[in-house]
Nanobody
Framework: VQLQASGGGLVHAGGSLRLSCAAS????????EGWFRQAPGKEREFVAAVNSAFNWSGGSTYYADSVKGRFTISRDNAKNTVYLQMNSLKPEDTAVYYC????????????????WGQGTQVTVSS
């Protein structure tokens, strides 16, 4: 089972990036899929997550306050892929971004996630 994150890079403040996380080895359509990030010297923090569309949550999404209105998470179950569209990027968004999958509905805590990707670097210059 593997989660492969991609799409990171260097962008100027105000720019956009789209991260992708492709799963292989199994399907995660019944899992919550999320994105976390970790800046140098800081703990890994929750960014966004999308619930499975195949439970009572109906595929609802939720975000950290710091990214609301700028980031959008989505999933394509046919491609077994989750995306994070990041707009209006700020230097404080600079971090390694990780995708992850959790069985729990509404999972926001790192410890709720069972599967993790390897991370992709996002650098926002001022």
């Amino acid at each position: 089972v593997q989660l492969q994150a991609s799409g990171g890079g260097l962008v100027h403040a105000g720019g956009s990036l789209r991260l992708s996380c492709a799963a292989s080895g199994r399907t995660f359509i019944d899992y919550t899929e999320g994105w976390f990030r970790q800046a140098p010297g800081k703990e890994r923090e929750f960014v966004a997550a999308v619930n499975s569309a195949f439970n009572w949550s109906g595929g609802s999404t939720y975000y950290a306050d710091s990214v609301k209105g700028r980031f959008t998470i989505s999933r394509d179950n046919a491609k077994n892929t989750v995306y994070l569209q990041m707009n209006s990027l700020k230097p404080e968004d600079t971090a390694v971004y990780y995708c992850a999958a959790a069985q729990a509905i509404g999972a926001k805590n790192i410890h709720e996630y069972q599967f993790w990707g390897q991370g992709t670097q996002v650098t926002v210059s001022s």
